[in-house]
């Protein structure tokens, strides 16, 4: 089975690793990348500086809340971007604001999903993502 890339865009170092656990334990191959920031985000996507020579993620899984650049910006950017629009996005965040959900899909944003607040919830939420997103759905090749 082909290794997928994952890159996470979180500022909340307790989802960050409750994610990464969750992925972790799951027998499909992941890599997974962490971005804090929206900029950070960019930077990691479009190869610039530090991630020079980095690999395309297959699947993004973005915040809304960030410092620095937002999550909804940085979606914008990804899907006006002709080489990033085809990788999916995937909201994951705290917010069930129905503004958000509303912008992030006119954004083109894949999926929307409320980050659970209880544990076990989230947990569960990450490996629905995984199961359905890496196991069923065939993604595009990345460059």
């Given at each position: 089975?082909?290794?997928?890339?994952?890159?996470?865009?979180?500022?909340?170092?307790?989802?960050?690793?409750?994610?990464?656990e969750?992925?972790s334990?799951?027998?499909i191959?992941?890599?997974?990348?962490?971005a804090?920031?929206?900029?950070?985000?960019?930077r990691?996507?479009?190869?610039?500086?530090?991630?020079?020579?980095?690999?395309?993620?297959?699947?993004i899984?973005?915040?809304?809340?960030?410092?620095?650049?937002?999550?909804?910006e940085?979606?914008?950017v990804?899907?006006?971007?002709?080489?990033?629009r085809?990788?999916?996005?995937i909201?994951?965040?705290?917010s069930?604001?129905?503004?958000?959900?509303?912008a992030?899909y006119d954004?083109?944003?894949?999926?929307?999903?409320?980050?659970?607040?209880?544990?076990?919830?989230?947990?569960s939420?990450?490996?629905?993502?995984?199961?359905?997103?890496?196991?069923?759905v065939?993604?595009?090749?990345?460059?």
């Open positions: 089975m082909k290794e997928v890339h994952i890159l996470l865009v979180d500022d909340n170092e307790g989802d960050i690793l409750l994610t990464i969750a992925l334990e799951a027998r191959i992941n890599r997974i990348s962490v804090r920031d929206g900029a950070e985000a960019i990691f996507l479009k190869k610039e500086l530090e991630f020079q020579g980095s690999d395309s993620p297959d699947l899984l973005l915040d809304i809340n960030l410092p620095k650049m937002d999550g909804m940085v979606l914008a990804i899907k006006t971007d002709h080489e990033l085809r990788i999916p996005v909201m994951l965040t705290t069930s604001s129905e503004r958000d959900i509303l992030s954004n083109h944003a894949n999926c929307y999903i409320t980050k659970p607040v209880d544990l076990d919830r989230f947990m939420v990450v490996r629905t993502i995984e199961d359905f997103w890496i196991s069923i065939k993604l595009p090749r990345t460059t």
